[in-house]
Structures are given as structure tokens and as C-alpha cells.
């Protein structure tokens, strides 16, 4: 059982930066690719960014591409997404996951999940 929890969201106007944080705690983080997803109002749940165990690969959405990081610090147990040049259209519910297959681009391919932390992009 791994249990995930996000943090760093809030309101930030457009061409801004955020950090989101998610911190891993339970089985060994190590052993898990990551992942962010994010969910507007009325929305599906959509991929934004994967990276591997190791970290030495990373996807992006082609929405998020060029403006926003993923990484990891495996011995702090945790994943970040580094958001810059902040849109309004970028405002979700943003939710960390893991799984243990390796890097997958759906939802369903995920194991673990977060409670989500809320971005608000003011235009």
C-alpha cells in the first residue's frame, strides 16, 4: 500500500509558476513510476506528466509540454510538477499517482492516488 499527498496548489494569475509537491509514504516509493493528472469541473481525468523509477525518463502531455517539470528526490520520497507559464485553461483538481508497471499515459494503468490539491489560474 502506498499513500500519496499533494500539496502547493492555490491562485496564481496567467504567466505565473507553482510547484506542486506529492509525498509518498508506505511501500517503497522506489519501486513505483509516477504520474500527474488533472481534472477540470465537467471534465474527464487527464494525463499531464509521468516519470520512471529512476527518473530518467519523463512524458508530458502536449498541453504541458515546455511549461511544466516533472522530477523526483527519491531519499524525500516525493514527485514534483513544476508549473511555468501558468494558463487560465491549466485550472484543475491536480492529483499525484503510482503504479508499479512503469510508465502509463491512463488513468487505469495507476495503482495509488492522491486527494488532489486545487490550481486556480486567474487570466
Known amino acids: 500500500q502506498v499513500q500519496l499527498v499533494e500539496s502547493g496548489g492555490g491562485l496564481v494569475q496567467a504567466g505565473g509558476s507553482l510547484r506542486l509537491s506529492c509525498v509518498a509514504s508506505g511501500r517503497d516509493y522506489r519501486n513505483y513510476a509516477m504520474g500527474w493528472f488533472r481534472q477540470a469541473p465537467g471534465k474527464e481525468r487527464e494525463f499531464v506528466a509521468a516519470?520512471?523509477?529512476?527518473?530518467?525518463?519523463?512524458y508530458y502531455a502536449d498541453s504541458v509540454k515546455g511549461r511544466f517539470t516533472i522530477s523526483r528526490d527519491s531519499p524525500k520520497s516525493t514527485v514534483y510538477l513544476q508549473m511555468n507559464s501558468l494558463k487560465p485553461d491549466d485550472t484543475a483538481v491536480y492529483y499525484c499517482?503510482?503504479?508499479?508497471?512503469?510508465?502509463?499515459?491512463?488513468?487505469?494503468?495507476?495503482?495509488?492516488w492522491g486527494q488532489g490539491t486545487q490550481v486556480t489560474v486567474s487570466s
Open positions: 516519470i520512471s523509477r529512476s527518473g530518467d525518463s519523463t
Open positions: 499517482a503510482a503504479n508499479f508497471r512503469g510508465i502509463v499515459f491512463y488513468k487505469s494503468g495507476y495503482d495509488y
